[in-house]
């Protein structure tokens, strides 16, 4: 059955009518950011789904991932890394300082920095939790053919070099 549209609810000509869900809200689906947004909330429910038994968020486990090959990051240049605001950051890692996966010390070059390492339950907790965070990955992705996904990657990463500050965290 053919879905009728009005110029406000129109689907892009690469979507097939049949891939929108029926109902009221279909001009939604010719919005990338409100599609951005909700492939984010699918992201954290497959991580959290194959990830949240250790109770670590995504971001989190971004943070313990870069820290992992680059010990010894300022907060600030850890979370600017990440793409998340300072405060956030700061709230992150006072978490994983909590939780005894990385250690906060002052910067001997800086007083005011601090400098994050991460400590052998942190390198544990990552090796651990690697597997299932890849088939989370693999799991978003898996609609989609090798070639697809490749593409895929590459347009977003396209989008977000050109629109990286504009973001109220742009990453460094």
Known sequence: ?????????????TVEPAQVPAGKYNQLWSRPGYLIR???????????????????????????SVVLKNDGLDQLTLSKAVGIDRTSGADVIKRLVRQKLVTREPSKDDGRA???R????????IGEMQPAMEAAQDKLM???????????????????????ESSRAPMA
């Not at 991460?118 to 907790?125: D, F, L, S």
């Open 1 to 13: 059955m053919e879905q009728k549209t009005t110029q406000n609810d129109a689907v892009p000509s």
């Open 38 to 64: 909700r492939l984010h909330q699918i992201h954290v429910g497959l991580f959290a789904e194959a990830c949240g038994s250790e109770g670590m968020t995504a971001v989190q486990f971004a943070i313990l």
């Open 114 to 116: 601090k400098i994050v």
């Open 118 to 125: 991460i400590t052998q339950a942190g390198r544990k907790m």
């Open 142 to 164: 898996e609609p989609l053919t090798p070639q697809e996904q490749a593409h895929f990657m590459q347009l977003l990463s396209r989008l977000i070099d050109a629109n990286n």
